[in-house]
């Protein structure tokens, strides 16, 4: 028995998906390194047969997960490039997706250099925010539509129930990257979305510690094709990052209050102060998508990213000067990382396309850690001061 079934999100983070280990009533389930295991007799192979397939560390977390998500099943990867990169599986030779323009850079890349290139699938970049857009750039080949809300990292919201509205209508399937929001946020597999990607690198595992990727589908057919072709292609998670991850999951509802908290106390001052052109954050009412947020999801996530005044050189001054804030790639941990999209995450693009996409080279993106509000804010005001 489920003993996490109707409770609140913060008690399932710990109590779902039946985690104890049946064996020996351990509470933390044991890291199982077995590439294989017995089987009771000939033609009767027991539960788990080889750790590609499946393996009791990664089973325990892909449960838990799928029950935060609302989902059927779950599967664990390596990477959330790997977790994304499966999901195209699913698709044919000639298929057609559809995914916002300013989506994650190595999402982007994936598509745009890699999947074209080696599988014939076709893609289209457009604005989520207008779906008479996305339905434009429908064609009959169109399989897949990828959303990615809050997007990285201009962070705008994707209408999940409207999208899903327009996807049903031309038996579409919709993947949603709920990296940035966490089913603490937002769980887009109850506004009927299919699958639900995340890279378990942020938030999930928290701690900067462990690499690895998570997929949530809402039905059992599609969850047998996934894991078949998770076994084909063979990007899993082994048992040792399984089990950080699902280490960090125990504390993630608890994490992301304070990261949350932090995050709109950060976005107020930054939007106030005077070396600050622009501020992104959904928890803000002069954000686009701020009434859109607050009906769809839990909370407003807890990454801000902000125009500072000037160009390179009062970026420089301003990164080089942080001492709280980590320079760093990444987000989701316990410390505050402060990062530069145009030098990292979208530095794939050229400066032209990233001017298009809003992604300028003053642009800077933070992922305010569970630190006290008033060093961080200190830390804020002293870089920003010599900028």
């Known amino acids: 028995m489920n003993k996490s079934t109707g409770h609140k999100l913060a008690t399932r983070c710990i109590h779902a998906g039946n985690t104890v280990d049946a064996a020996t009533g351990a509470v933390v389930p044991p890291i199982v390194t077995s590439t294989t295991f017995e089987q009771p007799a000939f033609g009767e192979p027991g539960p788990f047969v080889y750790s590609r397939a499946s393996n009791p560390t990664r089973d325990a977390l892909e449960r838990l997960v799928a029950e935060l998500e609302s989902g059927v099943r779950g599967l664990a990867f390596a990477s959330g490039m790997a977790a994304t990169a499966t999901i195209l599986e699913l698709l044919d030779a000639g298929d057609h997706v559809i995914a916002p323009a300013d989506i994650y850079g190595g999402t982007l890349r994936l598509f745009s250099e890699v999947r074209t290139r080696t599988f014939g699938l076709e893609f289209s970049f457009v604005n989520f925010c207008d779906l008479a857009e996305v339905e434009r750039a429908i064609r009959p080949n169109t399989k897949l539509f990828w959303v990615e809300t809050p997007t990285n990292p201009l962070l705008r919201i994707m209408d999940l129930e409207a999208t899903v509205a327009l996807a049903r209508g031309h038996g579409v399937l919709v993947a949603v990257d709920n990296t940035f929001a966490t089913p603490c946020v937002q769980r887009p597999l109850e506004f009927g979305c299919d699958i639900v990607m995340h890279s378990t690198t942020k ?7 462990v690499l690895g990727g998570l997929n949530v589908v809402a039905d059992e057919e599609l ?7 998770r076994s084909a292609v063979g990007g899993v998670a082994g048992p040792f990052d399984a089990y950080l991850t699902l280490r960090g999951v125990k504390t993630l509802a608890l994490r992301m209050e304070r990261h949350q908290a932090n995050t709109m106390v950060m976005a107020r001052w930054l939007d106030e102060h005077p070396k600050v052109e622009q501020v992104y954050y959904p928890g803000l009412d002069s954000h686009p998508q701020h009434a859109l947020a607050a009906k769809q999801m839990d909370g407003f996530g807890a990454v801000v990213s902000f125009v500072l005044r000037g160009g390179l050189a009062e970026v420089g001054t301003f990164m080089n000067a942080l001492d709280v804030f980590t320079l760093a790639e990444s987000l989701g941990g316990v410390e505050s990382l402060a990062g530069h999209p145009a030098t990292m ?10 001017a298009q996409l809003g992604i300028l080279d003053n642009l800077i993106r933070l992922s305010p850690g569970i630190e006290d509000i008033d060093d961080l804010l200190a830390d804020l005001d002293y870089a920003l001061a010599g900028c």
Request: net charge positive.
């Open 203 to 209: 938030y999930l595992g928290g701690h900067s510690d």
């Open 345 to 354: 995450s979208h530095s794939n693009l050229t400066a032209g396309r990233r």
């Open 223 to 229: 969850g047998r094709r996934m894991v078949s072709m």
